[in-house]
């Protein structure tokens, strides 16, 4: 995912997955979301819906579903990132519940 910085080429690349639900999934984007969400978390809340790519940014949270319960229940690293991507997209408003 990373191998490819254009916005509209991840988002196809994770569009081509977004069926699919596998509990390594989340694991296996674990990079690229942390680099999305340190890019949102460095930004003014009101900057991060106009700078990070929404379509791109749903796909990658969608990624925390029940088939990721596991990593996220027995993996620290995991569930860090998890509650940094909530409290994130909270603060942006970007997120809604």
């Known amino acids: 995912m990373n191998a490819y910085p254009s916005g509209s080429v991840q988002n196809a690349l994770l569009s081509s997955i977004s069926a699919l639900s596998d509990r390594d999934k989340c694991q296996i984007l674990l990079p690229t979301i942390r680099s999305l969400v340190e890019t949102?978390?460095?930004?003014?809340?009101?900057?991060?819906?106009?700078?990070?790519?929404?379509?791109?940014?749903?796909?990658?949270?969608?990624?925390?579903?029940?088939?990721?319960?596991?990593?996220?229940?027995?993996n620290g690293t995991m569930w860090a990132l998890f509650l940094q991507v909530v409290r994130t997209y909270l603060r942006s408003g970007m997120l809604y519940l």
Not at 56 to 61: G, M, N, P, S, V
């Open 40 to 74: 949102a978390a460095s930004l003014p809340p009101a900057d991060v819906v106009a700078s990070v790519p929404e379509g791109l940014t749903i796909r990658l949270i969608s990624s925390f579903d029940a088939a990721a319960a596991d990593s996220l229940n027995n």
